[in-house]
């Protein structure tokens, strides 16, 4: 009976110490619809609520990979979307840094900047999905 409880609570300890070092199942269309599509529009084609304000036309984001020859750049969207590596005038100009916003969100010790990769790496994901891979179209 001893050894059963502590078992028990051996379990519950470990679920715990489990659940707590989990990383929250974040959504990329959620995140994308937040953060993103006041910009690049509801569908990523950029005719997002705010262009007429900026001074640039935004690149369709459903074509990224046939502008880059068929190849889903994850590397490079990354360092775009994160932004922070970039130095200034070398990230898309009038594009948040969006590393340095999820930071102020979620924090800055390990455990957040880990938030903060999930959260990038789930718009990645949703871009990746969102991606028209027909050769018919160019853009
Ligand atoms: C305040 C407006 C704004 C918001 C909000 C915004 N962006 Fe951007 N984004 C831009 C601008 C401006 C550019 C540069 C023009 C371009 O390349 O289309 C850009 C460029 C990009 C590019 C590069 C496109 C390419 O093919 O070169 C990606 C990818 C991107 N944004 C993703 C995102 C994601 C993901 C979010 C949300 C987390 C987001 N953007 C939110 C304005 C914005």
């Known amino acids: 009976m001893r050894i059963r409880r502590h078992f ?3 379990s519950l300890a470990l679920l715990t110490v489990g659940c707590a070092s989990r990383l929250p199942d974040y959504n990329g ?3 994308y619809m937040a953060n993103c599509a006041n910009c690049h529009g509801t569908y990523g084609e950029g005719d997002g609520a705010v262009t007429p304000a900026l001074n640039v036309v935004l690149q369709d ?3 990224i990979s046939q502008r880059n020859g068929g190849e889903f750049p994850k590397a490079w969207l990354e ?4 932004g922070r590596e970039r ?3 070398h990230g898309p100009i009038g594009m948040p840094v969006w590393g340095a916003v999820f930071s102020q969100q ?3 010790d390990d455990a957040a900047q880990a938030r903060v990769s999930a959260k990038v790496d789930a718009l990645l994901s949703y871009l990746e999905a969102i991606q028209i891979q027909s050769a018919a179209v160019t853009n």
């Open 8 to 10: 028990l609570c051996l």
């Open 29 to 31: 269309q959620t995140l």
């Open 61 to 63: 984001l459903r074509y």
């Open 79 to 82: 360092e775009i979307i994160d």
């Open 87 to 89: 130095r200034q005038g």
């Open 106 to 108: 979620e924090g800055y």
